[in-house]
């Protein structure tokens, strides 16, 4: 809006506090002290600059910044309640930890013997619990090697293994069909070439024969690939060879048969059948499975290398290894995840559809009791997500609400994330742990006070 000297002086804009006020509050010195003057001082210039867009009064800068203080988190990540019925969500960290794993963070977030021992006061291994819970879940698998990702232990893999300096052996044959992209642009064959593998790329898009990856092996030939199409589904006339006749195949070439499953089953889940794990493509004859510590696995963040041990060792040797390594906060959330009871993902996918629509209707009529928000139970149909599973539905209930609380929710605290639909907001409370409840009902009678129930 352009400035008219005439308005300047009612200008409501000069009743706004001054930075020094607002920093010399006292609730505001003491959440310098605890959260940083930058913060404090970004909060206070982002509320000041919201009442010169007119959007509050200049009276309301003092309480909103208390408020945004008080609601402050250590970091500018805000905790989400995920009613979306998507479990592995991409955009919301994916896999949330169990009350196990977050306890391990907590225990290794100081000083800890990550690569010491205590007996013997002699450096350790690094990431050894890790690694041997892995081996007890997955015993078809003679070692294994924790790396920072999924596309970390492919970039490994295809480093070590085929991007020989001479040139030799650099060849990385791939079916069409598998050569994906799995998110915000991110493409493996484009990661695979920037390792300096060359790919030989056979077969077509929907279907590939035993045949076609027999005429492409050579004295070139690195490895065979076999990538699951995690985010994705080819249906009709369609056919890859079987892990068992690939690596058949690979081993009478003399080459290593690498499968990435791109999810973290290490073991078949019941409630996908249709999703490939570790132990079957390593009975079936896989050399080195990649697969991930978060997608269906529902740990940290983390790249898992497991097989045979002399082709593991071989890769944690490579330099690349150490510029890919875990850290110690995501091989203790992992050994937890691994040990302790089964992790919230795992749970969400076996979630019982009739318990959920009990619990739904439990949420509906508390919501409908403590805010008046006209609140009903609907079908709806959760999903796995980025890990895995693509168009598998799991069938669900969810509470619709008025599809206007949609942007007030997101925006509250805490930040709650449900779906739009035919003019309503769906919360699908598949992916809501039970002791989230009370903070969903509070997030929503704090939004719905200005509504008019229907
Ligand atoms: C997701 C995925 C990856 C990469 O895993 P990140 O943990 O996201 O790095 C690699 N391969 C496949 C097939 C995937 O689905």
Redesign the pocket.
Known sequence: MPESPTSAAQDPRRRIPRTDHLLDLPAVVAASASLGEGVVRGLARAVQDRARRGEILPEQVEPELLAALDTRGASSLLPVVNATGVIVHTNLGRAPLSPLARQALQDVAGYADVEFDLTTGARGRRGAGARAALLVACPAAEDALVVN????A?LLAVTALAATPAGERHEIVISRGEL?E?GAGFR?PDLMESAGARLREVGTTNRTHLADYRDALGKDTAAILS??T??FRVIGFTGVPEISELSRLAHDAGVPLIA?L??GLLAPEPALPGEPDATTALTGGADIVLC?G??LLGGP?A?ILLGRAELIARLGRHPLARAVRADKLALAALEATLTGPLPPVRRALRTDPEDLRMRTEAVAARIRRHTGLEATVVPHDGRVG?GGGAEVPLPGWAVRLPGALAAPLRTGRPAVVGTVRDGGLLLDLRCVPEDQEEQLLEALAGVSLGEEPA
């Not at 990702?149 to 970390?152: D, E, I, L």
């Open positions: 990702n999924g596309a970390a492919l994906v799995i493996l990538v699951h995690s985010n990435d791109g999810s991930s978060d997608k963040q790249g980025g």
